[in-house]
């Protein structure tokens, strides 16, 4: 069925290092989205890719789609405190109606 | 604007008793949804209504009913709690059949 694997599902950073968290699907997706959740708080949207092999950038996140539209990755180059949270990736669309979650990265950042 | 709205925001029940999660949107979307959140499993999804007047299970629906009372609201109910249904509880809304996801804050529950 409809399923996207995360990796890693922690990751214990210093602040100024960099970040990544991985997403693999089994099927090929028709897109992917990513979504941020701070401790406490609720999924927000960060992005949504469409093409095979899209690579976008919000200031320190870089986000990438694979070739075959089966991978996505989440970048962060130097990290801060205010990146702590967990990130998602989400497959909106494969299924019809269905949003279908990844287990998410938690990212923890020491200062 | 105040988006998805879920109420109540704090819950706990005793094993057997019932309750119904309410939430509503006013961003005009046709789609809702719920999901579950546990520690270390991500987001699960338990129904969804793709438009007015339609509801689907999810990937975790037993235990759980729902009604998409009219354009805004979309219930979910527990007819008689479990231990196994201690969560988070996440209403969300979009436009269409894909696009971006608005949450709601979250309904934490516990059933003892």
């Known amino acids: 069925g409809q399923q996207v694997m995360q990796i890693p599902q922690y990751q214990h950073v210093q602040e100024g290092e960099d970040f990544t968290t991985y997403c693999n699907s089994s099927?090929?997706?028709?897109?992917i989205q990513w979504y941020k959740q701070r401790p406490g708080g609720h999924p927000v949207f960060l992005i949504q890719l469409v093409k095979s092999g899209e690579v976008k950038k919000q200031k320190r996140l870089t986000f990438q789609f694979g070739e075959a539209k089966k991978n996505s990755s989440l970048h962060i180059t130097a990290t801060q405190t205010t990146d702590v949270g967990t990130y998602f990736c989400?497959?909106?669309?494969?299924?019809?109606?269905?949003?279908?979650f990844g287990a998410g990265t938690r990212l923890f950042v020491k200062a | 604007n105040a988006g998805v709205t879920q109420t109540p925001k704090f819950q706990v029940l005793k094993t057997g008793q019932s309750m119904t999660l309410q939430c509503a949107q006013d961003m005009n979307h046709n789609s809702m949804y719920w999901y579950r959140q546990d520690p270390g499993m991500g987001l699960r999804l338990i129904y969804y209504?793709?438009?007015?007047?339609?509801?689907d299970k999810g990937e975790v629906p037993n235990g759980y009913n729902v009604s998409r009372l009219n354009k805004r609201e979309f219930s979910l109910r527990l007819e008689s709690a479990a231990p196994s249904q201690t969560s988070v509880y996440f209403c969300?809304?979009?436009?269409?059949?894909?696009?971006?996801?608005?949450f709601g804050e979250g309904s934490r529950l516990t059933v003892l």
């Open positions: 969300a809304s979009r436009a269409g059949s894909a696009g971006e996801l608005f």
């Open positions: 099927t090929t997706l028709s897109n």
């Open positions: 209504s793709a438009s007015e007047g339609t509801t």
């Open positions: 989400a497959d909106p669309y494969t299924g019809g109606f269905k949003t279908i």
